[in-house]
């Protein structure tokens, strides 16, 4: 099966930068995606990493250690419109999945003036 | 470009009732899916579609039924309602393969509240 794990919350205040950090466990790993989602909102595609390393994105990095099975999305001088939620979520391949993305719970990040 | 639409937004179900929800996109793509969210679970699919005619269950299909009859829209069914079914439902597309960074990129509607009462 597949399983990922990422804090249910996270706070910051405007201007810092935070850290949301997501683990998983999964066959036939692709690579790590992100998603935003504001409160009553659709979720939209941040990044994608399918090597190590670090992707910027303006404000936003994500880095992948597939050895770690481990990424985490990195937001720099935060604004209240960043107040979200944040998924990621594994693209696996192989069998019957044909590129299948699975998501993780989410993490409720609140952005304090 | 419209991108992909679901109807309805909104609609409120008795037990037992049946009713179809209907997603459309306008970006080409081949594979289609179907999402449920509830909170504190985040996204889990129902169904997806890797072409037009083509059909294959996720993680949670008990109780849905879908159907791809043109490249563009993706319907799914609920038979006989039940309040567990009480959800919100996104539909996504993406393209067929990736090989570039945006390889992981779904592209969602804008999603359908669902009461089963």
Redesign the interface.
Known sequence: GQSLEQP?EVTAVEGAIVQINCTYQTSGF????WYQQHDG?????L??N?LDGL?ETGRFSSFLSRSDSYGYLLLQELQMKDSASY?C?V?VEGG?T?????????TQLTVWP | NAGVTQTPKFRVLKTGQSMTLLCAQDMNHEYMYWYRQDPGMGLRLIHYSVGEGTTAKGEVPDGYNVSRLKKQNFLLGLESAAPSQTSVYFCASSYLTGTSGRAGEQFFGPGTRLTVL
């Open positions: 249910s692709y690579g790590l995606s909102g659709a979720p939209t595609f990044s994608y399918a992707e998924f979520a693209r019957s044909l590129g299948r993305l699975y998501f993780g719970r989410g």
